[in-house]
């Protein structure tokens, strides 16, 4: 048997057992979703948000972010501008400290752009 015909054999038989994929994210979706990955990307970030997310009302001051941290209040606000910047949270300037709340949307949208498209 030639190299052509195992080949032409192998493409026959993929061809007839698989389906094509459907259903994936396309381009800008997943440039979007990778640009929120990369920011959670750093344990400190997420737990900076998961420090935000614990709070009785949902917000933080970056002045109480600090030392849960144990980084300094130029290096939190860094980070925190990185996830301001995926969407995740917001940002609100009150006098000369910043107060931040968790983007519930993209929390959510983040689940549903991975879970698969249920077939009926």
């Known amino acids: 048997m030639s190299l052509a015909s195992t080949s ?3 493409s026959s038989s ?3 057992c698989c389906a094509p994929v ?10 979007t979703l990778a640009h929120v990955f990369k920011a959670l990307g750093d344990p400190t ?13 949902g917000e933080a001051c970056v002045c109480d972010l600090i030392e849960p941290v144990g980084l300094s209040q130029p290096t939190v606000s860094h980070h ?5 910047d995926a969407g995740l949270v917001r ?10 709340r968790v983007v519930d ?8 752009a991975l879970e698969p498209i249920r077939r009926s």
């Open 8 to 10: 032409l054999s192998v």
């Open 14 to 16: 993929l061809a007839a």
């Open 22 to 31: 459907t259903g994936a994210l396309d381009t800008e979706a997943a440039e």
């Open 45 to 57: 970030r997420v737990r900076l948000l998961s420090l935000i997310a614990a709070t009785a009302d």
């Open 80 to 84: 925190m501008k990185l996830l301001v």
């Open 91 to 100: 940002r609100e300037q009150r006098g000369k400290w910043a107060y931040y």
């Open 105 to 112: 949307e993209t929390l959510s949208a983040i689940g549903q």
